[in-house]
């Protein structure tokens, strides 16, 4: 069947897949979806307690200290507009390391990781606050900071659940 | 060949992945196939909100019935039946006929023609050509040339007989060269 019009097609076959559904439709999928299942291996390393724990000190200092001195309007703007682009950054790569840790499969009840883990979430959100009331170099350095320590956090977590995995690999096939 | 292998070997693994609950991998397998898998049925049933309808109901099920996905035929071949099934469905509840019951059709295998020599026409023009086509005529052509079933399967998934779809072939390749050749489609 090798005629004119197979050929062309053939030829062309990505371009007569070029119409594209609507962005509704995978929400529509997705809220069939089973709820999301939470991963959280969350097995503590004394290592990431003392650097969660250090960075909510950090935190918490400059959330005190930083009230008193208040910056002019211009140099707030900037600041803020400056810290808005990092946050797009880290929250980026912070959601990826997320997705990337539940899409392994040993999910245990959460301990103090997870713990840890939702502490410098909200001392990120009372950081955040006062970005836009006062901020100043050491609120935008402390959430920094907090980023940096929740995706080393994550690194570590990943790292571990990958060998876990390598671990478990082995062991299936060896049975 | 061998990338075509490596990529359905790593969508195996998002496959393992979605039926562990993560729901990120269900998103990613949508991501992959879902423009592929809307044209799929967009070509059988013609209508883009219908065509939405189709792909929405063939992942559900898909996402559903994952399991049941053995991986002897591709993830991608598996998807695209199931595609195909939802969007007769789609169009049966049209109740236009698909494919005429009619003797008419059963006509004896013609013998095949290249009329098409050279082939001097466009990808869009082809494509709004195809789109022009009846029910049934377009349903087979597409089937057959775009994706990839040979007469025999398409006989079985449209219920009809081996010949039927051939001569049904036959004569929707006739009338595409027609509504290509013939000013008075306006495809322009």
Not at chain 1, 117 to 139: C, N
Not at chain 2, 11 to 21: M, N, P, V, Y
Not at chain 2, 127 to 136: Q, V
């Amino acid at each position: 069947m090798k005629d004119s019009l197979n050929k062309f097609i053939h030829q062309n076959r990505d371009s007569f897949d070029d119409k594209q559904p609507g962005e509704n439709v995978w929400r529509k999928i997705a809220a069939t979806l089973p709820p999301k299942k939470t991963i959280s291996l969350w097995n503590s390393v004394s290592v990431w307690r003392a650097a969660a724990i250090l960075c909510m000190g950090v935190g918490a200092y400059f959330f005190v200290t930083g009230r008193q001195s208040l910056f002019q309007k211009t140099e707030m703007a900037e600041l803020q507009s400056e810290f808005l682009d990092l946050e797009v950054y880290y929250t980026t790569e912070i959601e990826e390391k997320v997705a990337l840790i539940s899409s392994f499969d040993e999910a245990e009840e959460p301990d103090q990781f997870t713990q840890d883990f939702q502490k410098l979430e909200a001392m990120y959100q009372v950081l955040r606050e006062q970005l836009k009331t006062q901020p100043t170099q050491k609120v935008t350095d402390a959430l920094i900071l907090n980023f940096l320590v929740r995706i080393d956090l994550l690194n570590q977590l990943l790292h571990k659940l990958e060998q876990y995995k390598t671990y478990n690999k082995g062991k299936h096939s060896s049975t | 060949m061998q990338l075509e292998a490596r990529a359905e070997h790593i969508h195996d693994e998002l496959i393992r992945q979605c039926l562990q609950g993560d729901n990120n991998s269900y998103q990613r397998l949508y991501k992959l196939y879902s423009r592929s898998m809307y044209n799929v049925g967009y070509r059988i049933v013609n209508n883009a909100d219908e065509a939405e309808d189709v792909l929405q109901e063939a992942f559900i099920s898909a996402f559903k019935n994952l399991h049941h996905y053995r991986g002897d035929s591709t993830f991608g071949a598996w998807l695209k039946r199931i595609v195909v099934n939802k969007a007769l469905n789609q169009i049966s509840k049209r109740k236009f006929e698909r494919i005429p019951e009619n003797e008419q059709w059963d006509i004896a295998e013609e013998t095949e023609k290249d009329e098409l020599e050279n082939f001097p026409f466009t990808v869009d023009k082809v494509k709004r050509a195809i789109e022009l086509l009846p029910d049934g005529y377009r349903m087979v052509l597409s089937l057959y040339v775009m994706e990839g079933y040979d007469h025999q399967e398409i006989a079985e998934i449209l219920n009809i007989t081996e010949s039927t779809s051939k001569s049904q072939f036959n004569r929707s390749k006739k009338k595409l060269k027609e509504i290509l050749t013939n000013s008075r489609f306006k495809i322009e």
